[in-house]
């Protein structure tokens, strides 16, 4: 019972001081890590509630997309695509160049991947089933996408700042290299307006192509005599955020609401990160193994490193 009162306690700590901007994103994801591997928060409280916290990710993804209007969105998803096909091509290879090497194990090296290359958590989940991936797989891939992103999201801004990246730069960096949506949106708000909207497009315009990976890695699998079981997680949320661009393009008299949505839903997003960092403990570290956590690494790194350079050169 204390256990649950001092959760609670935090939580609701957590999000009047997000709601008052006395927290920021990378705060948030701070204390949300900092209680989770110290067990402030009850272990079983959090699992019991990572479907709610998924759920409020994307309610306020949603949100956010009454502050783009869909004109906007279709000309950054044109310039994105190329970059974003190339992006998620090279993650692969880097993937699989290193777990040759390095002899890690060959499933979780895809959801791995799949994590890095398009929407970390989104896409480990969409993929899993078609690979038949096991719990213990996917924990480990997902403890992987959680711990770079909390790195990201504490770095990038910093990064951002240092190499002096103009608004749409660092957005457009930061959906090519950040996994999940949430730390892609964290680390945006943190550098501007612009790079928020330019992130937060470009991050789910890219997420749409869990569609052709599930499908070219569900033909490998029944091409190797693999059935595959249970459904693919697509995030039907996608949907919902571009029915909130059109709206908020063409029904101008939405905008005062409009203004208000979109505040609250940067908050809401805050408190998710706070919520997604009580996910990381100490048991799930434990779990990695030494030549996954290298292949995630270094692929990470080297997706971010090159995708910097490209960026800085040539847009």
């Given at each position: 019972m204390r256990s649950r009162i001092l959760s609670y306690t935090i939580a609701a700590l957590v999000l009047l001081g997000t709601l008052l901007g006395y927290i920021s994103p990378a705060i948030a994801l701070l204390i949300g890590v900092v209680a989770g591997v110290l067990q402030?928060?009850?272990k079983d409280l959090v699992q019991r509630n990572i479907g709610f916290q998924k759920s409020l990710l994307q309610i306020s993804v949603v949100g956010l997309g009454f502050g783009i209007h869909i004109q906007e969105a279709l000309v950054m998803g044109t310039n994105s695509f190329f970059v974003s096909?190339?992006?998620?091509?090279?993650?692969?290879?880097?993937?699989?160049?290193?777990a040759k090497l390095l002899k890690s194990e060959k499933i979780t090296t895809i959801l791995?991947?799949?994590?890095?290359?398009?929407?970390?958590?989104?896409a480990i989940a969409a993929v899993s089933p078609s690979i038949k991936a096991n719990s213990h797989q996917t924990s480990i891939a997902l403890a992987i996408v959680f711990l770079l992103n909390a790195i990201a999201l504490f770095i990038f801004p910093t990064i951002g700042h240092f190499f002096d990246l103009s608004q749409s730069q660092f957005g457009l960096w930061?959906?090519?290299?950040?996994?999940?949506?949430?730390?892609?949106?964290?680390?945006?708000?943190?550098?501007?307006?612009?790079s928020l909207s330019i992130a937060t497009t470009t991050k789910l315009v890219r997420t749409l192509?869990?569609?052709?990976?599930?499908?070219?890695i569900s033909f490998g699998s029944h091409s190797n005599g693999t059935q595959t079981q249970g459904k693919s997680a697509f995030p039907w949320f996608i949907l919902a955020f571009l029915a909130a661009m059109l709206l908020t393009s063409y029904l101008p008299q939405l905008d005062f609401i409009a203004d208000k949505i979109v505040w609250f839903s940067r908050k809401l997003?805050?408190?998710?990160?706070?919520?997604?960092?009580?996910?990381?403990?100490?048991?799930?570290l434990k779990?990695?193994?030494?030549?996954?956590?290298?292949v995630g690494v270094l692929t990470w790194l080297v997706l971010a490193l090159l995708s910097l350079m490209y960026i800085v050169n040539y847009t």
């Open positions: 402030f928060v009850n096909l190339v992006a998620i091509v090279f993650t692969f290879i880097i993937a699989f160049s290193l791995v991947a799949s994590g890095t290359a398009i929407c970390g958590g989104s930061c959906a090519i290299a950040i996994h999940d949506t949430s730390s892609v949106v964290g680390a945006s708000e943190l550098f501007g307006e612009e192509w869990i569609i052709p990976l599930v499908l070219i997003l805050i408190f998710t990160l706070f919520l997604i960092g009580l996910q990381i403990n100490i048991g799930q779990k990695l193994g030494f030549n996954i956590l290298i």
